[in-house]
């Protein structure tokens, strides 16, 4: 790598998703304007661009599923399709005056700390290497898609696919489709393809606790009501309690194991008679019932999803599979069964070694993360900063999410990033690095709620949840609310970070240069 000490950008973003606009929009907010956000997708909008198959929706309500600075009162529906979510991205990046600060097509494949210098120096997938005094990882949790680890997959002739990477040329109307997996993703997927295909099969291995989706057009009077600010607010504020509590409550209750009991046991009762609505077949209705607790893995909602079993053409398969063929999937009673096309809505690699993020990043002492975190474990102070990583921040990092809308999370921890930033900047220092006593607290404090939580206890033994990650431990989430996620990153001691300047550091920013610690440039936001 290059031996330049002056970096070209003060701060440096990967990933211009949600992620990496909230926190543009955060740095600009901290007067911060010499930043670059880059993104191997050729547009902004990150998850939104990997996942665009049949019946894609956002599965929070739209008006919680847009940042504060920049609400929108014109969606379609309450739940909108993904296209529109993409384009409000769009819309973000525009009037945040996020378009310029853009290198898009542009992945990162490598990041390096240059401890001589105090920067980042980043490789990325043009060939190009670019350094910056702050690194931000934006890269979103949900980011590799995970294949099935089914034998012989490889042998399969027909279309196989996985739902995060749709290939919109490939045609399943006529045809015999299957899908493996039934979560949050399946749910929105299956139901779109039984519409067209001439017969679609459904590989169950875990059924999903379903609730149903309160989803309706807005039309031009939801939308003047969203365009009344307080109205607005409102429905934001319900909107993210309720999806906070259904999403997170339980493992927010941790210390009242009563409680949690008697709440999530009101949930199962609720979604049973739900489905018992929905499917009078018992047999039917029994395969699709959940054995292990709510929560124990993320609940969905959809309207269609259970009586699309109702339609002829469809089945429901929960024996295992043993294995692909060239035509198709066998299971474990020796059935084979043809298909022209194969989806895999099978998920993601979450807080798996190599996945998040998905570039090897190399901090003091030449020390990889994923090595790291793979031999200490998954950890970061407030899910943000590790010790041995200076000058870098995550937006999605280890225990940070408390589970409910994605959007007070970005909020959170990129506000927690810019603070940081913006002090080191005020006191003219060229490395901030968390300090390892304040680090340990918060992982030991996190870690133990965590292991507190129903997750680890019986009812979720069977569940296979992603929550849980391959060393057996709980890093996809903070088991508090999601008020305490925004109040902790907001208002984190800022001496938990240590300043310091090296005399070897340039102080000097190339590219668009400016000072290090030069006085806030003011900011007009539309
Ligand atoms: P997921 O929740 O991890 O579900 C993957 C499914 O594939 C599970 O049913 C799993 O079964 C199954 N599976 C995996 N490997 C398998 C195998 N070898 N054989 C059979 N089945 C297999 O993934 P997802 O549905 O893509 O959802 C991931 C997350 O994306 C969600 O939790 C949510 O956070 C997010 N999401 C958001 C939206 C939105 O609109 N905002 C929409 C969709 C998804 P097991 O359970 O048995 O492992």
């Known amino acids: ?9 003060e701060v440096l973003v990967i990933g211009a998703g949600f992620g990496g606009l909230g926190t543009g929009t955060a740095l600009r907010r901290a007067g911060i304007e010499n930043f670059l956000i880059i993104d191997k997708w050729d547009r902004v909008g990150g998850t939104w661009n990997a996942n665009t198959y049949p019946g894609v929706a956002v599965d929070v309500p739209s008006p919680i599923y847009n940042f504060s600075f920049q609400q ?30 853009l290198r898009l097509g542009c992945g990162a494949t490598e990041a390096r700390f240059d401890e001589a210098a105090d920067l980042w120096r980043v490789r990325t997938s043009d060939g190009a290497e670019l350094s910056a005094r702050f690194l931000v990882s934006a890269v979103g949790a949900l980011e590799q898609p995970k294949p099935p680890a089914i034998p012989d997959i490889d042998t399969y002739s027909g279309t196989l696919m996985h739902t995060a990477r749709w290939d919109h040329s490939r045609d399943y109307r ?9 979560g949050a993703t399946a749910l929105q997927v299956i139901p779109k393809l039984a519409e067209q295909a001439a017969q679609l099969t459904v590989f169950q291995r875990t059924a999903i606790w379903v609730a149903p989706k309160p989803d309706f057009p807005l039309g031009a009077a939801g939308n003047r009501m969203l365009d009344f600010p307080p109205a607005q607010q409102a429905v934001r504020l319900i909107g993210n309690v309720a999806v906070n509590a259904f999403l997170g409550l339980g493992l927010a209750l941790s210390d009242y194991p009563r409680l949690t009991s008697a709440v999530l046991g009101t949930g199962e009762a609720v979604l049973k008679a739900y489905l018992f609505t929905q499917i009078r077949d018992r047999t039917l209705r029994r395969a699709l019932t959940p054995t292990y607790r709510l929560g124990c893995k993320r609940p969905s909602i959809s309207n269609a999803y259970f009586r699309t079993y109702t339609r002829p053409h469809v089945d429901l398969i929960t024996t295992p599979i043993e294995r692909f063929t060239p035509g198709g999937i066998r299971t474990e009673d020796g059935e084979h069964r043809e298909f022209d096309m194969v989806v895999t809505a099978t998920g993601f690699q979450v807080m798996d070694k190599g996945a998040t993020p998905p570039y090897p990043v190399y901090g003091c002492g030449g020390i990889e993360l994923g090595e790291f975190w793979d031999t200490h474990k998954y950890q ?18 280890p225990y940070g999410y408390a589970p409910g809308s994605v959007i007070p999370l970005i909020e959170a921890t990129a506000a927690h990033s810019a603070r940081a930033i913006g002090e080191a900047r005020r006191r003219g220092a060229t490395r901030v690095q968390i300090r390892q006593e304040p680090h340990e607290e918060y992982f030991a404090r996190m870690y133990a709620r965590n292991r507190n939580t129903y997750l680890f206890k019986q009812g979720c033994a069977d569940s296979r949840t992603y929550y849980i990650n391959y060393q057996g431990d709980g890093p996809a989430f903070r088991a508090t609310t999601q008020a305490g996620m925004y109040w902790s990153n907001r208002h984190f001691p800022l001496d938990h970070y240590r300043y310091t300047t090296s005399r070897t550091a340039v102080s000097e920013l190339g590219g668009e240069a400016q000072p290090v610690g030069a006085s806030r440039s003011p900011i007009t936001h539309p």
């Open 174 to 182: 006529g045809k015999r489709v299957a899908v493996i997996g039934t």
């Open 380 to 397: 970061a102070y407030e899910g943000v900063s590790v010790p041995a990583f200076p000058n870098m921040f995550h937006i999605f990092g």
């Open 1 to 9: 790598m290059s031996a330049t000490r002056t970096p070209s950008y």
């Open 72 to 101: 929108r009162s014109h969606w379609s529906r309450f739940f909108a399709p993904g296209t529109e979510i993409q384009r409000y991205a769009e819309e973000v990046a525009d009037r945040q005056g996020l378009r310029g600060k």
